[in-house]
């Protein structure tokens, strides 16, 4: 059975730094591509970052770009986010997805059940 | 950057009725990299529809995707009670990826 699990999320000043964890199982993570997607508080869903699975490609939304950082462990089984000079409109819960394939871009068939970033003062 | 708009904002039908709901983009989108999600509140999406008309592993067949170019459409054929949620359509490709900013689908 696949399983996501997010976990780092928390309450950060604004200009702070916050990094998010997400732990794959259930099937081979290095052969899968890895998004992020959050969503704010009552609003719909905005692509993040998106890794290959070799890690080889990253990409970034322009909101987040030069920000944001998107990493993969894939002997851990794990994908994180390095998020650093976080504003209020950075304020969402943070999906972590699994891709269909090997691409970065692609659908995303498995999500967690997400993280809450709350940036504030 | 591709703009994916939907329609209508909020759909209201009853269970048993058909539902049709609209995805448009700003520009020409391969139909292979196209898909529909459906989230329910305090849930993550469930992806439903890929390559504009594939349904995903376990999606009833009442869920089924069309369209090509720059229109796509998610219709459910007979509204279940569990089928009222929010609908989101998704672009990917080899340019960045966009959701559309989703269509509420509610009971009437």
């Known amino acids: 059975e696949v399983q996501l699990l997010e976990s780092g999320g928390g309450l950060v000043q604004p200009g702070g730094s916050l990094r998010l964890s997400c732990a794959a199982s259930g099937f081979t993570f290095r052969s899968y591509a890895m998004s992020w997607v959050r969503q704010a508080p009552g609003e719909g869903l905005e692509w993040v970052s998106a890794i290959s699975g070799s890690a080889g490609t990253t990409y970034y939304a322009d909101s987040v770009k030069g920000r944001f950082t998107i990493s993969r462990d894939n002997f851990k089984n794990m994908l994180y986010l390095q998020m650093n000079g976080l504003r209020a409109e950075d304020t969402a819960v943070y999906y972590c997805?699994?891709?269909?394939?090997?691409?970065?871009?692609?659908?995303?068939?498995?999500w967690g059940q997400g993280t809450l970033v709350t940036v504030s003062s | 950057e591709i703009v994916l708009t939907q329609s209508p904002g909020t759909l209201s039908l009853s269970p048993g009725e058909r539902a049709t709901l609209s995805c448009r983009a700003s520009q020409s989108v391969s139909s292979s990299s196209l898909a529909w999600y459906q989230q329910k509140p305090g849930q993550a999406p469930r992806l439903l529809i890929y390559?504009?008309?594939t349904r995903s592993t376990g999606i009833p067949d009442r869920f089924s995707g069309s369209g090509s170019g720059t229109d796509f459409t998610l219709t459910i054929s007979r509204l279940e009670p569990e089928d009222f949620a929010v609908y989101y359509c998704?672009?990917?490709?080899?340019?960045?990826?966009?959701f559309g900013q989703g269509t509420k689908l509610e009971i009437k």
């Open positions: 390559a504009a008309s």
């Open positions: 997805a699994k891709v269909v394939s090997e691409f970065w871009s692609g659908p995303t068939d498995y």
């Open positions: 998704h672009q990917y490709g080899s340019s960045l990826v966009h």
